[in-house]
């Protein structure tokens, strides 16, 4: 095959990225380096928006096949881990690993604020629904309320994959967001008096209980919602591998190298999906308007149920602490701790935030895991059992 | 599943979090009886001392109060003791 000088530099000149580049692409590379940018010089999540950042910037260059969509391409690969729920799981297994639920075991009413704090997730899909979208699209913006990104990964990736760059997104810009976000609201919520409440010291928890609780806890959640079992499954052994303490070295990868490594594929994958085609729609914009509602939510659920809480124990709990249990762990606790010292600096809030905050943890896997229930593809029931709930759905007759 | 009305997720939210707060309290409880049967038991006392009620607050400007709340909280959760049992009184930022 012969060249001519000509031909071979009009071949090379014709695959060029600039020959294929498209506005949508041009758009996507600020979009990139927007990301970029809050990681590096704002510190917003940098171990997951520069990932996300860079591998938006390698998805949008046109012919390099970095995309998600591109088969054969790097990052293709790297995003199989995400659309056959293999990396928000392991993400999962480190955080289990990373988390003491010493607080949560001292204190287990603190679960209680880890659930009132997803009423964010349901508020927020009711707007989503009133915003036009379905059921499936509606419950995966929802989950943004959980305020833990490997679970609205999960889901976006389980019941609407279409929107997973935009709900990733919003999911961990808002959770960077957290220290801005929740002390407006927590302040307008509570009164000077009750964020200067001081809690009782937490009490010590046998080593035993500590043992007990994840293989515990995964029977009880995983019977009741066997959906949610690949991430409570995942967190509760990470959180075995700490407590048992014969697993040393597991517990050590899974807390250090394991989670680097899966961070990396989850976040580079994430944002090689973020292609023109996938985010300049209007559905992003509603997305990012319904993030910030539902952390907004979440955030009040917590502490008007803190509030409540406080009312019924007389005074023994400081409201403050429920705006941990939208999970974002430790960020949550530490914006409670902030809050109240505003108020009385002598005030130690961090420890007894940190009960609700995990909690907040296992709520989004046990809200995730409603969903998956309601418009997943979880196993069927026996034809004895199937019967019965037919029969309750009917007496029931739920619209 | 084609656009919803509002009542669907109205009913799913409410069914959802009754669910939620379902699963939690069992939890709630299944620790209790956890904790019931397996109490924690104190190790042999170490000697105690006393704390020094003259002592002052942290006031090295190099330390930030976030650093020195992180870290009475922390010597609190280790000793078992209420951080206004004690006080820190001297944190050496490193060089």
Same mark, same amino acid.
């Given at each position: 095959?012969?060249?001519?000088?000509?031909?071979?530099?009009?071949?090379?000149?014709?695959?060029?990225?600039?020959?294929?580049?498209?506005?949508?692409?041009?758009?996507?590379?600020?979009?990139?380096?927007?990301?970029?940018?809050?990681?590096?010089?704002?510190?917003?999540?940098?171990?997951?928006?520069?990932?996300?950042?860079?591998?938006?910037?390698?998805?949008?260059?046109?012919?390099?096949?970095?995309?998600?969509?591109?088969?054969?391409?790097?990052?293709?690969?790297?995003?199989?881990?995400?659309?056959?729920?293999?990396?928000?799981?392991?993400?999962?297994?480190?955080?289990?690993?990373?988390?003491?639920?010493?607080?949560?075991?001292?204190?287990?009413?603190?679960?209680?604020?880890?659930?009132?704090?997803?009423?964010?997730?349901?508020?927020?899909?009711?707007?989503?629904?009133?915003?036009?979208?379905?059921?499936?699209?509606?419950?995966?913006?929802?989950?943004?309320?959980?305020?833990?990104?490997?679970?609205?990964?999960?889901?976006?990736?389980?019941?609407?994959?279409?929107?997973?760059?935009?709900?990733?997104?919003?999911?961990?810009?808002?959770?960077?967001?957290?220290?801005?976000?929740?002390?407006?609201?927590?302040?307008?919520?509570?009164?000077?008096?009750?964020?200067?409440?001081?809690?009782?010291?937490?009490?010590?928890?046998?080593?035993?209980?500590?043992?007990?609780?994840?293989?515990?806890?995964?029977?009880?959640?995983?019977?009741?919602?066997?959906?949610?079992?690949?991430?409570?499954?995942?967190?509760?052994?990470?959180?075995?591998?700490?407590?048992?303490?014969?697993?040393?070295?597991?517990?050590?990868? @899974?807390?250090?190298? =394991?989670?680097?490594?899966?961070? *990396? &594929? !989850?976040? $580079?994958?994430?944002?090689?999906?973020? +292609? /023109?085609? @996938?985010?300049?729609? =209007?559905?992003?914009?509603?997305? *990012? &308007? !319904?993030? $910030?509602?539902?952390?907004?939510?979440? +955030? /009040?659920?917590?502490?008007?149920?803190?509030?409540?809480?406080?009312?019924?124990?007389?005074?023994?709990?400081?409201?403050?602490?429920?705006? /941990?249990?939208?999970?974002?762990?430790?960020?949550?606790?530490?914006?409670?701790?902030?809050?109240?010292?505003?108020?009385?600096?002598?005030?130690?809030?961090?420890?007894?935030?940190?009960?609700?905050?995990?909690?907040?943890?296992?709520?989004?896997?046990?809200?995730?895991?409603?969903?998956?229930?309601?418009?997943?593809?979880?196993?069927?029931?026996?034809?004895?059992?199937?019967?019965?709930?037919?029969?309750?759905?009917?007496?029931?007759?739920?619209? | 599943?084609?656009?919803?009305?509002?009542?669907?997720?109205?009913?799913?939210?409410?069914?959802?979090?009754?669910?939620?707060?379902?699963?939690?309290?069992?939890?709630?409880?299944?620790?209790?009886?956890?904790?019931?049967?397996?109490?924690?038991?104190?190790?042999?006392?170490?000697?105690?001392?006393?704390?020094?009620?003259?002592?002052?607050?942290?006031?090295?400007?190099?330390?930030?109060?976030?650093?020195?709340?992180?870290?009475?909280?922390?010597?609190?959760?280790?000793?078992?003791?209420?951080?206004?049992?004690?006080?820190?009184?001297?944190?050496?930022?490193?060089?």
């Amino acid at each position: 095959m012969e060249l001519s000088f000509g031909d071979a530099l009009a071949k090379i000149l014709g695959t060029t990225g600039f020959t294929g580049l498209t506005s949508g692409h041009g758009v996507m590379l600020v979009v990139s380096c927007v990301l970029l940018y809050l990681a590096i010089g704002k510190k917003f999540e940098p171990l997951l928006l520069l990932p996300i950042g860079f591998g938006c910037l390698l998805a949008n260059l046109p012919f390099s096949m970095m995309a998600s969509t591109n088969e054969g391409g790097l990052l293709y690969f790297f995003y199989q881990g995400v659309k056959y729920e293999v990396l928000p799981p392991l993400i999962f297994l480190g955080v289990g690993a990373l988390t003491d639920f010493g607080p949560l075991l001292a204190n287990p009413k603190m679960l209680a604020l880890g659930a009132a704090a997803q009423i964010g997730v349901y508020t927020t899909l009711i707007g989503a629904v009133f915003l036009g979208f379905n059921l499936k699209e509606a419950s995966a913006i929802g989950i943004i309320g959980g305020a833990d990104g490997p679970t609205s990964i999960f889901i976006a990736s389980k019941l609407a994959p279409h929107l997973l760059a935009p709900i990733a997104v919003a999911a961990y810009s808002y959770m960077s967001l957290v220290p801005l976000i929740q002390p407006p609201i927590m302040r307008w919520l509570t009164t000077p008096e009750e964020r200067k409440i001081k809690m009782e010291q937490l009490k010590p928890i046998s080593q035993t209980v500590k043992i007990l609780f994840p293989i515990v806890a995964t029977i009880v959640c995983c019977l009741m919602l066997p959906g949610v079992t690949p991430l409570l499954g995942m967190l509760m052994l990470g959180n075995l591998f700490r407590e048992s303490g014969v697993t040393a070295r597991l517990h050590e990868t @899974s807390e250090t190298h =394991l989670i680097n490594i899966v961070t *990396i &594929l !989850l976040a $580079l994958a994430v944002g090689s999906s973020m +292609t /023109a085609d @996938s985010f300049l729609r =209007l559905e992003t914009l509603k997305i *990012i &308007l !319904l993030g $910030l509602i539902a952390f907004a939510m979440a +955030t /009040a659920g917590g502490v008007i149920f803190g509030k409540v809480m406080c009312k019924v124990s007389g005074g023994k709990i400081n409201p403050l602490i429920g705006s /941990a249990g939208v999970s974002a762990v430790p960020m949550a606790a530490r914006v409670s701790q902030k809050v109240g010292s505003e108020e009385d600096p002598s005030n130690f809030l961090l420890m007894h935030a940190m009960g609700p905050n995990v909690a907040g943890v296992i709520g989004s896997a046990v809200a995730a895991g409603i969903f998956i229930s309601l418009f997943g593809d979880v196993g069927g029931a026996s034809p004895h059992a199937q019967s019965a709930f037919e029969a309750v759905a009917h007496i029931v007759s739920l619209p | 599943m084609d656009t919803a009305t509002l009542t669907t997720p109205l009913t799913i939210s409410v069914i959802a979090m009754s669910v939620i707060f379902a699963v939690l309290i069992i939890l709630i409880y299944t620790i209790k009886v956890m904790v019931y049967l397996a109490p924690y038991e104190e190790p042999p006392a170490p000697a105690r001392t006393r704390p020094n009620p003259t002592a002052a607050l942290v006031t090295d400007p190099r330390v930030p109060p976030e650093i020195v709340t992180a870290i009475t909280a922390a010597l609190g959760a280790h000793l078992g003791k209420s951080p206004g049992e004690f006080q820190v009184t001297q944190i050496n930022p490193g060089q």
